[in-house]
């Protein structure tokens, strides 16, 4: 079943309005101590931009699920360009943001063409020792790295080992 152009705006509309009304107390209003007390500083602008990309996210994921693959591939190019442009939005969250909401759209427009070349490749012969092979070495490769985390710089340093001695 198909939704009409309407329909789909509307939905967009009201998932934006949700994503506006739950943010405005979480990012549109924060609350700075200046030494005589709080007093509000306002982001309305994160929050509006935020709001305008969650509205054209949730119209790209539509078109996405209805089959309409140009459409929303332009929409998630779109987005994932004006997020990467040098303009001038109130905070690198937002470029990330807007990036990665159109990073996904794409993602999610390729999916059905991706995933029924890997069903294809999977069901071969070829595909089914990939498959056993990468299985086995994908396992050990995750037990290397769970042996090998803590010894990382982004391992937490707080309880050392017991055998490296304390610096002195």
Known sequence: MRERPPAMLKDAAGTALVAAALGLFIVGFRTRDIGQGLFFDYQLTDLAVAVVTIFFGRLGLQLASMGLKWPAFALGTALGAVGAAPLRLPSTFLHWFVVIAGVLIILRTIWPWANAALTTARHSR???????????????????????????????????????????
């Open 126 to 168: 070829r595909g089914v020792a990939f498959g056993h092979g990468a299985a086995k070495w994908f396992g050990a490769a995750l037990l290397l790295a769970a042996v090998l985390m803590p010894f990382t710089s982004f391992a937490d340093q707080k309880p050392r080992p017991y055998w490296v001695l304390s610096s002195a």
